[in-house]
């Protein structure tokens, strides 16, 4: 279950002050498809980036499985990402250095024991690119 409790978020707070959320407060449950919808600079990006604790609210809390996770110390959220949260980026966030494969399957080698067989998970056929009507996922 994630919640999230009457988030604001200002950019650039004392300066030109932006505010990209105003009070958002929502749930969503296990097996919940949520949309999010909003013209451009609505704050869509910026509430998945809250919710995805990969930035701050300026005021508000979010919980996950009933815990507080707002103002968790950067490890503990960096765990939190890499254990619970999948993420994809609109701007792709691969490293140029890796291979597909390898980028692929990174964030299942760092999660030690509990990724074993991380290479051959990352070759698991619905996760492979594939021409289109040729894919059977
Ligand atoms: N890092 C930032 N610094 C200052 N202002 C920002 C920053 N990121 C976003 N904003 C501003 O916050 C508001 C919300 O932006 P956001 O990117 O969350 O909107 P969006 O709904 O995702 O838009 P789009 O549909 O274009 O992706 C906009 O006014 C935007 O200019
Ligand atoms: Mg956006």
């Not at 009933?66 to 960096?78: C, H, Q």
């Not at 990352?122 to 996922?137: I, V």
Request: proline share 4%; glycine share 8%.
């Amino acid at each position: 279950m994630f919640k999230i409790d009457q988030i604001t978020k200002i950019y650039n707070p004392g300066t030109t002050n932006i505010k990209a959320l105003d009070q958002v407060s929502f749930s969503v449950m296990e097996a919940d498809m949520l949309i999010i919808m909003g013209r451009s600079g609505s704050g869509k990006s910026t509430l998945l980036r809250i919710m995805g604790l990969l930035d701050y609210p300026t005021t508000g809390d979010i919980y996950l499985e009933d815990k507080k996770v707002t103002s968790l110390p950067e490890w503990k959220r960096a765990s939190l990402r890499l254990e619970r949260i999948g993420y994809v980026f609109q701007e792709y966030a691969l490293l140029g250095e890796l291979t597909a494969h390898q980028n692929v399957y990174l964030p299942g080698m760092m999660l030690g024991a509990n990724g074993t067989n991380f290479k051959q998970k990352a070759m698991d056929r619905k996760w492979q690119l594939c021409k289109p009507g040729a894919c059977n996922l």
